[in-house]
């Protein structure tokens, strides 16, 4: 199914060059300083999540699967972006990862996934209802989190701003998960259909915890807006790329089944690329390998080889290269300091990912 | 079933004359008072899930199932019994509504419950993947309704605290949930799990919607502190009698079948204080009911005649009274006012009603 000589690999290796034009060591000490942030927020995890009982245990299971922690890394790059103190916002960063957590739990439920980042999803390893109830510990979590940063010494018209907008930005992500159900039942979804949708489902999220940093991390609110634009870009570019990968990637870099979006009917850029640009043979074609009860992994690897040989995997990956440079673009008001150039990496790293 | 002579009418009929003894004035110009805040919180909810997508339909769906709209009414009174004003805390008293029908979304969705207030539940009038949804929407919604009170003039740092019990209140609410669960499961619970379950799973957010009223009303720490005390002892006494309510009312009252606790293998305070006090015979034949498969209707119709002859329907009933008692206690440091007169008159009717 990888074949080099598809245009969608050398789009890859483009991405590689040009975060490889960072210089190794640069790119090392990015790497470096967001593996000690991904300490720090762990720490902080297990802290809040300590106690013995039931619940702490199926929260924990969930928090502690090997995961990139990119939101909270987000929030505390943001806030140091602004000049903001890292141990003031831990709480809300670590929240941030709560919230995230909650919607994949709450999301695997939905779509009928047994596995996350390789492991049993939790409503597999326990049950729906821990589940269920777990998710929801988990956003509640996210605001017991922004309360602490009050104890933390942050003003708390920053921590009422920020709540606004994790709120904001949970609604948001509701409306994009019943979006997504839409765009599944609805055959005739389009591109700008999907784009909203993960401009709710991922982005929403991306941005708050951008934006979020910047406001508890004492920003204005200008460079706070800066920041939710660079999230908003990010966000969708990450989303993007996610979709693709079951065209790009192995099963085991992925954690998941490939055929997973075929089996839940999840119709994601790639294909929606292809079938808005396709003749009547091709479209019959595509309909066919989303409605047809064939063996799944069979139907995945020949809709694969068809969504890259008709450019769309390529076309795809284009659009959130774009998304990515839109991002980097909007740190333009913030002054350089390693923090800007950790988010300025994360956006070309989004795209250039294959797990 | 309801034998005219068995000890709980009596004991229903001394509550009634209790609340009578108000007079029936005074009784129904709570009432009316009442009336008119649940139509401020029904405007608000409106104005609030105004919006014409399928996240909003399904949240209005369940929002205007026809409720008590407890919440938001003790968060209102709270807030005017320390001299706050009710427009200004009006988004919080909303959110605390959202918040409860979340967790009731999510609730039926684990219990199979299909009915919820005589209309079917969520997820059997949607999906269940909009129940999900849905409800996390809800609880997301409390925390934006909590920042909106900002735009209100309520002080930031008044919002914070109240954010903080917020989300307390819903972790404890999802702790509850999980012990509700292990209480299912094993079969030699006591009353005391009985107890610190429902604390958790429905006081919380009683205390929670007081507290948060009061502090949001300005209220000094003291008396945040004492509603908060008044909402735990309404909160339990509440859930007892919504628990009893099986054993006191029609299926037409309460909204869903009586057996529904019986299919859930809930096992509630009457079962529980029976089942502690039985000798080895009663024990048998209380411990076949739950676990045996026959008629469940049958089965309801015989566990409540064994509960209501051996006068733990009673006892429980006294236990729900005591609660209440202690709620109203708990109102002393606070100044008398129409408010607060309210409140206590709450705290007898939530052990006297019959649905």
Redesign the interface.
């Known amino acids: 199914m990888h074949n080099p000589s598809v245009p969608v690999l050398s789009a890859r290796a483009d991405l590689h060059n040009s975060i490889l034009s960072y210089g190794e060591a640069e790119e090392a000490s990015i790497r470096d300083r967001s593996a000690y942030l991904v300490d720090l927020v762990l720490h902080r995890l297990k802290g809040d999540w300590a106690a013995g009982?039931?619940?702490t245990e199926?929260c924990n299971y969930a928090l502690g699967a090997p995961g990139k922690y990119f939101r909270p890394i987000l929030l505390l790059e943001s806030a140091a972006a602004v000049g903001g103190d890292l141990h003031q916002v831990m709480p809300a960063a670590a929240g941030t990862e709560g919230a995230h957590l909650?919607?994949l739990m709450?999301d695997d439920?939905?779509d009928g996934d047994e596995l996350r980042r390789g492991m049993p999803a939790v409503h597999a390893k326990y049950s729906?209802?821990?589940a269920?109830?777990?998710?929801?510990?988990l956003?509640?979590?996210l605001?017991?989190a922004?309360?602490?940063c009050?104890a933390n010494g942050v003003?708390?018209?920053r921590?009422?701003?920020a709540?606004?907008k994790?709120?904001?930005a949970?609604?948001e992500?509701?409306?994009g998960?019943?979006m997504e159900?839409?765009i599944r039942q609805n055959y005739d979804s389009r591109v700008t259909s999907y784009l909203r949708m993960i401009e709710n489902k991922t982005a929403a999220l991306f941005r708050a915890a951008c934006s979020i940093g910047g406001t508890l991390g004492g920003g204005s609110a200008e460079e706070a807006d800066a920041l939710a634009r660079y999230g908003t870009g990010l966000g969708i570019a990450f989303q993007i790329q996610d979709d693709l990968l079951p065209y790009l990637s192995t099963a085991e870099e992925t954690g998941k089944p490939h055929s997973s979006d075929l089996a839940n009917r999840r119709l994601t850029l790639p294909f929606l690329l292809c079938r808005a640009a396709a003749g009547p043979e091709l479209a019959a074609e595509l309909d066919d390998l989303i409605n047809s009860e064939g063996d799944l992994e069979d139907r995945h690897l020949r809709l694969a080889a068809l969504l890259t040989r008709h450019g769309a995997v390529t076309r795809a990956a284009e659009e959130a290269r774009r998304y990515a440079a839109d991002a980097i673009d909007a740190l333009v008001p913030l002054p350089q300091s390693p923090s800007r150039q950790s988010l300025e990496y994360f956006a070309k790293a989004a795209v250039s990912r294959c797990r």
């Open positions: 009982d039931r619940l199926v909650a919607s709450h439920i939905i729906q209802a821990d269920i109830v777990g998710g929801d510990a956003i509640f979590y605001f017991a922004l309360a602490t009050a003003e708390a018209q921590i009422v701003l709540m606004g994790a709120a904001k949970g609604a992500l509701c409306q998960q019943m159900e839409e």
